[in-house]
T-cell receptor, first 113, second 115 residues
Framework: DAGVIQSPRHEVTEMGQEVTLRCKPI?????LFWYRQTMMRGLELLIY????????DSGMPEDRFSAKMPNASFSTLKIQPSEPRDSAVYFC???????????FGPGTRLTVT | AQSVTQLDSHVSVSEGTPVLLRCNYS??????LFWYVQHPNKGLQLLLK??????LVKGINGFEAEFKKSETSFHLTKPSAHMSDAAEYFC?????????????FGTGTRLQVTL
């Protein structure tokens, strides 16, 4: 298996622009997670899905962030409009069942100038 | 509720000497426990996991961890450090009996390996 795939690997954008991050989970995994990692705040869970349905989005910072999972093999995290404080590494992870280990993608390093 | 405490934010060892990264957990139910490693500018990689089978768990790259319920600990060890082990290590707990699917991550321990 190719593992969790994320794109792009790096994104540099200007403040106010829309940013879309993409994730393909491991085939057959029922759960998909979006995380954000910064030096100041460490690893934060933003949202997770079960069978394509958002279960808990309490970690989403504000309305500028939205996530979708239109099918079992694809998810997006969108930031609109982006701000410099959104600069971070965003990870997608998937797991087979509830409470199981999660497998992480390589991350997307976002820089908002 | 579940939580995990990594007792050292930074550990430095010499190459060839043993590694000990300490982790204590708190969980209302029978937990699953994991150790992940993150090399610079990389994603998180699963090192090993405990899910109520053997209390001594062996992982990749020579690492192992022992689940001690009486001490609520899950310390990570390796007999002999290698330069390539230098990375950030995260202890993680999952409440298998609860309704949530979240993992709770520790704050990480940065392992430095010197010559």
């Amino acid at each position: 298996d190719a593992g969790v795939i994320q794109s792009p690997r790096h994104e540099v954008t200007e403040m106010g622009q829309e940013v879309t991050l993409r994730c393909k989970p491991i085939s057959g995994h029922d759960y998909l997670f979006w995380y954000r990692q910064t030096m100041m705040r460490g690893l934060e869970l933003l949202i997770y899905f079960n069978n394509n349905v958002p279960i808990d989005d309490s970690g989403m910072p504000e309305d500028r962030f939205s996530a979708k999972m239109p099918n079992a093999s694809f998810s997006t995290l969108k930031i609109q409009p982006s701000e410099p404080r959104d600069s971070a590494v965003y990870f997608c992870a998937s797991s087979l069942r509830r409470g199981n280990e999660q497998y992480f993608g390589p991350g997307t390093r976002l820089t908002v100038t | 509720a579940q939580s995990v405490t990594q007792l050292d934010s930074h550990v430095s060892v010499s190459e060839g000497t043993p590694v000990l990264l300490r982790c204590n957990y708190s969980s209302s139910y029978s937990p699953s426990l994991f150790w992940y490693v993150q090399h610079p500018n990389k994603g998180l990689q699963l090192l090993l996991k405990y899910t109520s089978a053997a209390t001594l768990v062996k992982g990749i790259n020579g690492f192992e961890a022992e689940f001690k319920k009486s001490e609520t600990s899950f310390h990570l060890t390796k007999p002999s450090a290698h330069m390539s082990d230098a990375a950030e290590y995260f202890c993680v707990v999952s409440d298998r009996s609860g309704t949530a699917s979240k993992l709770t991550f520790g704050t990480g321990t940065r392992l430095q390996v010197t010559l």
